[in-house]
């Protein structure tokens, strides 16, 4: 039976490949992002709704796209309704869209701080809390959220890639996940936490150079890590309350890489 998954940032990079590997069991896709035909990414990176959703339609999903700045609480909000008024509250949610800013500390103005809190923890809490009391009364649903090692500042000694306002925010979503993980224990909703390091078109773009090329070269591909999370969607609820880096996916038998 196919499910409805819903995808966030999925125009691009890990949200594509995750879009795509859902699109391969024929899951219905509400995929959510701020780059259309209209509106493409600001410094040419590739990817708008309407061609991605061409290419999983043509894989054979249904598709739902939703033009949405999640950075604002009032458009995750939006999202919800949208979602639950067009198909009800998905099987699956993929909180994966997310925004850095690479800089030191003081070069990295406070209203990037907001846009990284907003889209990076924010706005999986609004799409939390809009869709798990559907969850909740039919007692099955997973949430997935993709967050960074990047989060654990406290183990970086050093940092060729300053980007504090993107670790921040993603330890606050881990810390989130964690004691939501805690309140879910005894439902049948599973949440799980994965921290990719993927090689994708933003990576290209932030991380030019000779000394990022072996990093670049240890990066899993967009294609082989969108089918790891497909696989931890596959799971019976009781596969839950993970923190999943790429070697826990390949022990696991979830991330397979030539």
């Given at each position: 039976m196919s499910r409805t998954v819903l995808v966030?940032?999925?125009?691009r990079g890990v949200g594509r490949g995750i879009a795509d590997?859902?699109?391969?069991r024929n899951d219905r896709l509400v995929i959510v992002g701020r780059s259309t035909d209209a509106t493409p990414n600001?410094?040419?990176?590739?990817?708008?709704l309407e061609g991605v959703a061409a290419e999983l339609e043509a894989a054979g999903s249904e598709v739902l796209t939703?033009?949405?700045d999640l950075a604002r609480t009032e458009e995750a909000e939006r999202v919800v309704e949208e979602v639950r008024a067009t198909w009800g509250t998905p099987d699956v949610v993929v909180n994966n869209a997310a925004a850095t800013f690479i800089g030191p500390f003081l070069d990295i103005p406070v209203s990037r701080w907001k846009t990284a809190l907003g889209l990076n923890l924010l706005a999986p809490v609004a799409l939390t809390h809009g869709f798990l009391p559907d969850m909740l009364a039919r007692d099955s649903g997973r949430?997935?959220?993709i967050t960074s090692a990047a989060a654990r500042t406290r183990e970086i000694t050093s940092s060729d890639v300053p980007q504090l306002a993107y670790a921040a925010s993603k330890a606050a979503l881990d810390s989130f996940s964690y004691g939501l993980m805690q309140d879910l224990a005894s439902t049948g909703i599973a949440l799980d936490l994965v921290a990719p390091v993927v090689l994708t078109e933003s990576v290209e773009y932030h991380l030019t150079g000779e000394k990022f090329d072996d990093l670049k070269r240890r990066m899993?591909?967009?294609g082989a890590f969108g089918e790891a999370v497909a696989r931890i969607a596959d799971q019976p609820p009781e596969f839950r309350g993970h923190y999943l880096e790429n070697h826990d996916l390949e022990a696991l038998g979830f991330l397979e890489i030539d």
């Open positions: 966030t940032g999925a125009t590997a859902f699109a391969r600001k410094v040419g990176l590739p990817g708008t939703i033009a949405a949430i997935i959220n899993a591909p967009m």
